[in-house]
Every structure is written in structure tokens, then in C-alpha cells.
């Protein structure tokens, strides 16, 4: 199973420092939606540049211009980009489009969707590379939240699949026996004291 850390700060100066500490540990790193709404494309291209030997992941949360939106984040240097899967079939397929151009990939964040297992089939037949199955930081505060329901989704959806929804240390096990090819980690690595440790733990938790 692949770590990916996602970076929810708001400057490209927080996400490089995070991702020169973080990523020895990491194989893909995020640039978080608030981060490429605050610091713009540009964080991007800074991030691509400081690793270029890691996969990086731009969250842009698309809903709408499905094909333009994936165009500038990949000609930024984005290797994935996200797109709900609460948006048509149309928008997917416009950034799948734009994919196939500059040879990167599409992952649809299945975050507010009510059948996660059902769109993750329909959007994979779609050619996105994978979903994620995502509880989001609101959800994830309110009373009851508990990742179970995502790691249960994951499994019976049957398709390659990515979870988020405050995983950490205690947890992580349970995300890589559920199948998922990737754990994505945010708060637990940037919220760490140190943030290289923490992402270094998450890691030595992956069997
Ligand atoms: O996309 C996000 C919020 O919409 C977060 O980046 C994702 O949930 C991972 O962060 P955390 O581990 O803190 O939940």
C-alpha cells in the first residue's frame, strides 16, 4: 500500500517545508484544495520541482470544466488530479480527456457521494485511474464519524480505491486490510510536532 500525505496548509513556503520533511516517507504528495486556492497553480509546479521523483497530487475537488481544470493543473505538473464524483459523467470524461494528453491520471474523491461503491464502478468504467473513498474534515467532526463505513465501501466496491478521513497511526492497519492501494494521511503528519516522525510511523505501520 502506497502513503500519501496530503498537505492542507495555505502557502508554498508551509507545503515545501512539509514535503522536504515528510517526503523520505511518502510516496505521493498532495497539494491540498485549500493550499491550490490560497497559493494558486503555481504550488504545484514548486512542489513538482523541489520531488520530482515523487507522485504529485493535486486536490482540486472539480466539479465543473472538467477538461480545463485538469489541463492547467497537468501543465503545471500535476501526475493526478481529483474530480467529484458527484459531477456528471460529462466532466469526468473532459478530464480524463486532458489525462490522456499529458499521460497523467484522473481520481474521482467520492467525498458527499451516498453509493460509493456504485459511482466507483461507473467512474472507473469512465478510465479514471482510481477513487478515493473520503470522509472529508467536517464529516469527520461530527458525532459518530467512523472510518468503517469508507474501509467497508472500499472492499465491496472492486475497484482500485485510495481512503482519507483522518487516518493515522491506530488506524492505518485497518485501511491497508481493507484492500486500499493507497492511505492518504493529512492532519496526523502535518499536526505532528515532527512532522517527518510522524509520517516515518505511518509508514513503519504499513506491513
Ligand atoms: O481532502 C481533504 C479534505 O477535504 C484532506 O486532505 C483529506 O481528508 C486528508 O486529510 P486528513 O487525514 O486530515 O483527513
Request: proline share 3%; hydrophobic share 55%.
Amino acid at each position: 500500500m502506497k502513503l500519501q500525505f496530503a498537505m492542507d496548509t495555505l502557502t508554498t513556503e508551509a507545503a515545501l517545508e512539509l514535503a522536504a520533511a515528510a517526503a523520505p516517507h511518502v510516496d505521493i504528495l498532495e497539494l491540498g484544495t485549500p493550499l491550490i486556492k490560497s497559493a494558486g497553480l503555481s504550488a504545484i509546479t514548486a512542489v513538482k520541482a523541489a520531488h520530482p521523483d515523487k507522485i504529485v497530487f493535486a486536490d482540486l475537488k472539480t466539479m465543473d470544466a472538467g477538461e480545463l481544470e485538469a489541463e492547467i493543473a497537468f501543465a503545471a505538473g500535476a501526475d493526478l488530479v481529483t474530480v467529484l464524483g458527484s459531477a456528471g459523467d460529462s466532466t469526468i470524461v473532459g478530464a480524463v480527456k486532458a489525462a490522456q494528453k499529458h499521460g497523467k491520471g484522473v481520481v474521482v474523491d467520492l467525498i458527499g457521494v451516498a453509493d460509493k461503491p456504485k459511482r466507483a464502478k461507473e467512474v472507473v468504467a469512465l478510465g479514471v485511474e482510481f477513487v478515493e473513498m473520503h470522509a472529508g474534515l467536517d464529516e469527520q467532526a461530527e458525532d459518530g464519524f467512523t472510518l468503517d463505513t469508507l474501509l467497508r465501501d472500499g472492499a465491496t466496491a472492486g475497484v482500485p480505491f485510495s481512503v482519507a478521513g483522518g487516518i493515522n497511526a491506530a488506524t492505518i492497519a485497518a485501511v491497508q486490510e481493507s484492500g486500499a492501494q493507497i492511505a492518504v494521511a493529512g492532519g496526523a503528519i502535518y499536526g505532528a510536532p515532527d512532522v517527518g516522525a510522524a509520517a516515518a510511523a505511518l509508514r513503519a505501520a504499513i506491513v
